[in-house]
């Protein structure tokens, strides 16, 4: 239970005005005290304490057309200062019932349809008070009904998978995968070049590049997952191609004895990476790039 010293208050506010009925019981020291009214769009004191109240319960009736979102708090000596207890999204014609320690929230037909222990969670704030949970005999999985009520986005949507925002505040479902395609002229500048693609939509942790140029044999297939990166590359020696693995780059693309152009990797970006490339000679040519991109 929550106590109430003397002069503190039992305040509550609701997102309309006069459409959540309130009724207050408890002892105050030792006094049986009784009341009701309604909640307003600003602090509504339901109890100050004059005694010290042991043990009380709080109704909270919807009476509204639509959802209305209550909030309870303590305010220690009137002094002005909240401390929330709890927060609520209340169905139309739905009853909240509060004890000090456990919420229990009653749909129109009388059916109890959750119940959670408010000092053990603060998942009743994004709670819409609509959602029917069926009660069984096994607690894991009333709990598991219940996140599912109160974190519609567990159950995400089809062939989707679940990550973390960018902001690291809630979780969110995407595809997490996206292909970019690339050209590079191999004759480009020769001094180490960084080289940023954007438009990934997510910052990746692991990208495949595969790499061809048109009518030719040079070809490179690399990766980088942050901390490891390499490829294999068909190269050029002694008037010959072939394989090679090995390397310390994303892509490696050797047009003659001495030609070459190379990127390793410099960096994943918010929404796409950072190549840095190197010229050695004079490489001619258009390489094109498929770059599959992964959250």
Known sequence: MINLDQTDNLEGLAS???????????????????????????QTTIHTATGIVRAYGLTLYNSHSA???????????????????????????????????????????????????????????????????????????????????????????ANLKQFMNAAGTAPEWAKGIKIITLTRDLAAVGAPTDVETAGVGFKPSLIRFDAAMEGDVVGSFGSCDGTEQNCIPSL??????????????????QTGASDLQSAVWKSFDADGFTLTWTKVGTPTGYLYIMATCFR
């Not at 909240?82 to 014609?93: C, D, E, M, N, Q």
């Open 236 to 253: 050029y020696t002694s008037g010959a191609w072939y394989g090679n693995t090995g390397r310390g780059e994303v892509i490696y693309a």
């Open 16 to 42: 309309v005005t006069n459409v959540v009925e309130f009724t207050f019981s408890g002892v105050d020291g030792t006094t049986v005290v009784s009341k009701e009214g309604k909640l307003t769009t600003s």
């Open 67 to 157: 959802a209305v979102t209550v909030t309870i708090s303590k305010d220690p000596g009137d002094a002005g200062t909240l401390y929330r207890i709890f927060s609520i999204s209340l169905g139309i014609g739905y009853t909240a019932l509060f004890d000090g320690s456990k919420l229990s929230i009653i749909d129109t037909n009388g059916v109890q349809v959750s119940g959670l222990n408010v000092s053990d969670t603060a998942y009743a704030a994004s709670w819409d008070g609509a959602t029917t949970i069926a009660p069984s005999k096994n607690a894991v999985y009333d709990k598991l009904q219940l996140m599912v009520a109160l974190f519609p986005t567990v159950l995400g949507a």
